[in-house]
């Protein structure tokens, strides 16, 4: 293949994989737990980090990371605290990070809100080496986190009470995923983009739900659906100049229109199986 001559597709395809497998792997907990615009509000945040790299002539990444996790973590103690709804705290993440980050820009030498174009919706010919590192590094936390620690944080995401009473750190972990969430959105943010990383912590786990059953089924199905897509649409964008992003999820898409095809006569062979076996076992108590 022609294009693993370029160094710059070997960084983006790098970065493809390791979007796949981290944006799926903490998306699953974030649909259990039904915070899937998480995803949304840490990126507007984190683009208020990317702005303050061009104003300070910084690395973007690293700054969009700090940033980042300073909002998902604040976001997370206003929702355990109850002060405001989490609706409310999304919404301020959003509208707040968005405007931030356009001002910020704007204040930068030279600074055009076009600048911000590759990190919004992604591009990947603007992965950097020094991306890459920071990406490396960025995704090995995270995969840490969500491999390491599924169990508690699963049971975090199930029911907080039941995890508080089995002596789990509860509000540890929340804080954990918030800032394992915000890692996240800056580990894909080079090749999905900013607006658009959240359909890659929501979309695979969706369709790989379609076909599973069990958590760390989906988990496993999901972080193969997340590689898949990122590594194919990365390809795709080689070959017909589109953007990187927009091609990742519009895959994710048809992936997971396939599956939910594919998976409506199981879902109803298992339905009649299932009404089977109800039906014998009340033939068989009549008979007792």
Same mark, same amino acid.
């Given at each position: ?39 949304? &509000?840490? &990126? ?44 409310? #705290? ?125 958590? #760390? ?72």
């Amino acid at each position: 293949m022609d294009l693993l001559n370029y160094a710059f597709m070997q960084r983006a395809l790098l970065a493809a994989v390791l979007v796949g497998l981290t944006a799926p792997a903490i998306g699953t907990y974030l649909v259990q737990r039904r915070q899937a615009v998480m995803g949304d &509000g840490i &990126g507007h945040v984190a683009l208020t980090g990317v702005a303050l790299g061009f104003l300070l002539n910084a690395s973007p990444v690293w700054l969009a990371t700090l940033v980042a996790v300073l909002g998902a973590v604040g976001m997370e103690l206003i929702r355990s605290r109850g002060r405001t709804s989490g609706d409310i #705290a999304l919404a301020m993440l959003f509208y707040g990070g968005l405007a931030g980050g356009v001002m910020i820009i704007n204040l930068a030498p030279g600074g055009s809100t076009s600048n911000l174009t590759s990190y919004l919706f992604g591009s990947i010919t603007t992965v950097s080496a020094e991306d890459i590192t920071a990406v490396v590094v960025l995704a090995a936390f995270v995969l840490a986190v969500t491999l390491g620690l599924r169990r508690q944080l699963f049971a975090v995401c199930q029911d907080e009470e039941f995890a508080r009473v089995t002596g789990l750190p509860v509000r540890l972990l929340n804080l954990l995923l918030a800032v394992t969430a915000a890692v996240t959105v800056t580990v894909a943010m080079r090749i999905v983009g900013l607006l658009l990383v959240s359909a890659m912590m929501v979309i695979p786990v969706a369709a790989a739900q379609r076909v599973t059953r069990g958590f #760390a089924a989906t988990l496993a199905v999901a972080m193969g659906i997340g590689v898949l897509v990122s590594l194919s649409g990365t390809v795709a964008t080689y070959y017909i100049d589109a953007p990187s992003g927009a091609t990742i999820v519009l895959l994710a898409i048809a992936v997971f229109t396939v599956l939910t095809a594919l998976s409506a006569p199981l879902a109803r062979r298992r339905a009649e199986a299932a009404r089977a076996a109800e039906e014998v076992c009340t033939r068989d108590d009549v008979k007792v």
